[in-house]
C-alpha cells in the first residue's frame, strides 16, 4: 500500500514571500500521479496542480511549482509571492497509475497561514 | 451542472438514526468516488464508481454503510444506525473517467458535514 506523509502540520509565511510545503510518499510502484490540493475554510476540496510520475520536468501553474524527485520519492509544493488567499490546508496525494477502483491517498495535510 | 454538488451541507442526527448523503458529479463524469475526513483518520476513501459496473465496496468501514448510484449519475451514500464515530465530513469527488492523466484527475464537492449526537 501507498503512504503520503506531510511533515510540517502547520506553516507561516510573509504575504509576497515564497513557501515550500513538503511531502513525501513510498510506493513500489514506477508510474503514478501526485496532486496537490488546497482546501480553505469553504471545505471545497480545490485542485492546485498535478504531476505525472513519467515526467521528468516539474509541473507550473502560474504561482505554483512542485519539485518532483522521484529517486527520492519527494514531491514539494512552491507558492511563489504568497497572497492572503492562499491560507488554507494543503493536502498532498497520490493515486496509482490507471487506478481503477483505487481512490486517492492523501498525506496528513499541512496547514498554510499568510502573515499580512 | 458546474461542478460537485453535495447534500446537505449539514446533518445533525441522533445516534441510531439512518441518513442519506447525496453527491451529483460533474455532467459527462462517469468515475465517482466517496471520501470520509475526520480528525482522528484524516482523508480515507471509502468507494469509487465507475460507470453503471458495481462498486469495490471493500473501503466501507463497516457494513453499516452502504453506497449506490443510479444511471451512472447521482450517487447516494447511505449510513445505517449512525454512531457518533461517524462524525466526519463525507466529500465526494468526480472525474472523466480512466485512461490519463486529464481523465483520472477528481474534482471535488463542497462536502457534507455529519455530527451524530
Known amino acids: 500500500a501507498q503512504t503520503v506523509t506531510q511533515s510540517q502540520p502547520e506553516m507561516s509565511v510573509q504575504e509576497a514571500e515564497t513557501v515550500t510545503l513538503s511531502c513525501t510518499y513510498d510506493?513500489?510502484?514506477?508510474?503514478?500521479?501526485l496532486f496537490w490540493y488546497k482546501q480553505p475554510p469553504s471545505r471545497q476540496m480545490i485542485l492546485v496542480i498535478r504531476?505525472?510520475?513519467?515526467?521528468?520536468q516539474n509541473a507550473t501553474e502560474n504561482r505554483f511549482s512542485v519539485n518532483f524527485q522521484k529517486a527520492a520519492k519527494s514531491f514539494s509544493l512552491k507558492i511563489s509571492d504568497s497572497q492572503l488567499g492562499d491560507a488554507a490546508m494543503y493536502f498532498c496525494?497520490?493515486?496509482?497509475?490507471?487506478?481503477?477502483?483505487?481512490?486517492?491517498?492523501f498525506g496528513k495535510g499541512t496547514h498554510l497561514i499568510i502573515q499580512p | 451542472g458546474a461542478g460537485v454538488s453535495q447534500s446537505p451541507s449539514n446533518k445533525v442526527t441522533e445516534k441510531g438514526k439512518d441518513v442519506e448523503l447525496r453527491c451529483d458529479p460533474i455532467?459527462?463524469?462517469?468515475?465517482l468516488y466517496w471520501y470520509r475526513q475526520s480528525l482522528g483518520q484524516g482523508l480515507e476513501f471509502l468507494i469509487y464508481?465507475?460507470?453503471?459496473?458495481?462498486?469495490?465496496k471493500s473501503g466501507l468501514p463497516s457494513d453499516r454503510f452502504s453506497a449506490e448510484r443510479t444511471g451512472g449519475s447521482v450517487s447516494t451514500l447511505t449510513i445505517q444506525r449512525t454512531q457518533q464515530e461517524d462524525s466526519a465530513v463525507y466529500l465526494c469527488?468526480?472525474?472523466?473517467?480512466?485512461?490519463?492523466?486529464?481523465?483520472?484527475?477528481?474534482?471535488f464537492g463542497p462536502g457534507t458535514r455529519l455530527l451524530v449526537l
Open positions: 469527488a468526480s472525474s472523466l473517467g480512466t485512461g490519463g492523466p486529464v481523465r483520472e484527475t477528481q474534482y
Open positions: 510506493t513500489s510502484e514506477s508510474d503514478y500521479y
Open positions: 504531476q505525472e510520475a513519467y515526467k521528468q
Open positions: 496525494a497520490y493515486r496509482t497509475l490507471g487506478g481503477g477502483a483505487d481512490g486517492l491517498t
Open positions: 455532467s459527462g463524469h462517469t468515475a
Open positions: 464508481f465507475q460507470g453503471n459496473s458495481a462498486p469495490d
